[in-house]
């Protein structure tokens, strides 16, 4: 599996930005999806998830109510909504695959697969 992001950039305060993560190769084992983001000079922190197939989605505190996690089965592709963003939500943003269950989304490394990252920066 090949997952590749991209869309970050740079807004301002209270903007919007939309991560797009491709995703390519033998998906039909993949169990779940999501981003995480790791910030400078931080640890790498989960931000979202959700069954492949669907579900309901599942969100680090930080996120809640601002970013929606979304995934276009036809095209493979997913997404990461972001909204009202603040100046901490300034990261690397990476999107990642799991074989592992709802209990275990927020544990990176239960990921297998990872994209490569995109830049979100965001100026107060």
């Known amino acids: 599996v090949q997952l590749q992001a991209y869309g970050g950039g740079l807004a301002q305060a209270g903007g919007s930005l939309r991560l797009t993560c491709s995703a390519s190769?033998?998906?039909?084992?993949?169990?779940?999806y999501g981003w995480f983001r790791q910030a400078p000079g931080k640890e790498r922190e989960f931000v979202a998830a959700?069954?492949?197939?669907?579900?309901?989605?599942l969100y680090a505190d930080s996120v809640k109510g601002r970013f929606t996690i979304s995934k276009d089965n036809a095209k493979n592709t997913l997404y990461l909504q972001m909204n009202i963003l603040k100046p901490e939500d300034t990261a690397v943003y990476y999107c990642?695959?799991?074989?592992?269950?709802?209990?275990?989304?927020?544990?990176?490394?239960?990921?297998?697969?990872w994209g490569q990252g995109t830049l979100v920066t965001v100026s107060s």
């Open positions: 190769g033998r998906t039909g084992n993949i169990y779940a």
């Open positions: 990642a695959a799991t074989n592992g269950v709802r209990s275990t989304w927020r544990i990176q490394s239960q990921y297998s697969y």
């Open positions: 959700n069954n492949w197939r669907g579900g309901i989605p």
